[in-house]
């Protein structure tokens, strides 16, 4: 893939410092500690290393990579190696993919209560596609699945939404035989949309009595009970929207949806095109209108607010496993499904891991041969070895 003609690195530090000045009342430690990575990210700042061709002998200075999880720059090689993870644990049968979304009304109480709304958003979906799988009437199994929280729509604002990809089938109760799901979608989403809203709207009821939620500012009148149950009812009246994809076509094809989806951030830089005098355009799909193609500008300072709104909460997880891919159940079934499916099975059972080594960090520009790590250098040591091109970074 191409480089990107612009970054969000590059609107950090162009607009980061004033925009900190104008918000920094509403920026948290985090905010400030991601907008510093970011900017910070493959430049002198971080230190670096010398590698050389191990086969022309062709030197060259790369630098380090902040591996922060919402840096668009530091996803790919995180993502190649939970890929080669994945991989192992496929089914070989069709997979299917449901989508769980949020009522737009919730948006600013979850942004306030991120960890609470992301967390029940997660255990309510999965309760309801484990209970009406389990259910006899639709497939009477045990299903297996993985959940990639999103929380961006393609215009950067605030949409909350879990991806969920599924195995087209599950263990009989008994463990005894795999059964096949009976409907092209898997499972009926008409039943998935209302069991998932009661469950939503009871863990949001437990949530508000157990004090566990917070309302800060415009959400200060939900703080009462009353106003807080009027909102619970205009919710439960509105349909909820949960979409249900056509099956993949087969496990491959689910290793290069996972690759799209699993470790993205709220924009990658190749849907920035343009930057300058304080604007900022990127390319987005318009799903309203036939999912065109558009151009959208916004100012730099504007694309800082919503690129921020999509910070989760230090060390939440935002990738989760269900059913009998929940990792206390994973080692001792899936072996299992592997068998009833009639799949083989690796003699050893870390065989298609990559091997962690020094091996070759990247290709050589020159011959294609492979480039090995020769030395580390701190920020200081690449002052020293580049006197030419003095390196300036404002470390306050």
């Not at 999509?310 to 990792?327: C, D, E, M, Q, T």
């Not at 790590?373 to 091109?389: C, D, G």
């Amino acid at each position: 893939m191409n480089q990107p003609p612009f970054e969000v690195a590059d609107i950090v530090c162009a607009a980061g410092k004033s925009f900190i000045e104008k918000n920094r009342s509403r920026l948290s430690w985090q905010h400030l500690r991601i907008l510093r990575a970011i900017e910070r990210c493959r430049t002198a700042a971080l230190g670096g290393h010398l590698d050389q061709c191990s086969r022309c002998g062709h030197q060259a200075i790369s630098y380090n990579s902040c591996r922060n999880r919402h840096c668009a720059k530091c996803q790919t090689n995180a993502r190649d190696k939970w890929l080669a993870a994945r991989e192992k644990e496929l089914l070989d049968l069709p997979y299917v993919h449901v989508v769980f979304t949020l009522p737009h009304q919730l948006s600013s109480l979850a942004l306030s209560n991120k960890k609470v709304v992301y967390d029940l958003l997660f255990r309510t979906s999965a309760a309801t596609l484990l209970e009406i799988a389990a259910d006899p009437k639709h497939l009477g199994a045990d299903i297996g699945f993985m959940s990639v929280l999103h929380t961006w729509g393609q215009n950067v604002l605030h949409h909350p939404h879990v991806h969920c990809v599924i195995p087209a089938g599950g263990l009989s109760l008994d463990q005894q035989r795999w059964v096949h799901t009976r409907y092209a979608f898997f499972l009926p989403v008409r039943v998935l949309r209302r069991v998932f809203r009661g469950k939503f709207t009871a863990g949001l009821k437990r949530a508000f009595r157990k004090r566990q939620l917070a309302f800060p500012g415009s959400l200060q009148p939900l703080a009462q009970e009353r106003a807080f149950r009027s909102l619970l009812r205009s919710l439960f009246r509105q349909d909820w929207v949960v979409y249900a994809k056509p099956p993949f076509e087969g496990p491959r094809h689910v290793l290069h949806y996972l690759a799209r989806y699993t470790h993205r951030v709220a924009i990658s830089n190749h849907r920035i095109v343009a930057f300058a005098n304080g604007q900022v355009t990127f390319r987005w799909k318009d799903y309203a209108h036939g999912s065109k193609q558009k151009l959208m500008t916004v100012t730099a300072e504007e694309f800082l607010r919503r690129f921020l709104l999509h910070v989760l909460p230090h060390g939440f997880v935002r990738i989760r496993f269900f059913g009998f891919l929940a990792n206390r159940r994973r080692k001792a079934l899936l072996p299992v499904c592997q068998r009833l499916l009639r799949m083989p099975t690796p003699s050893c059972p870390n065989a298609a891991l990559p091997k962690a080594s020094s091996a070759a960090l990247w290709q050589c520009p020159r011959c294609g041969g492979s480039m090995l790590l020769v030395q580390s250098f701190t920020f200081v040591e690449l002052n020293a070895q580049l006197p030419e091109r003095r390196i300036r970074f404002d470390s306050s």
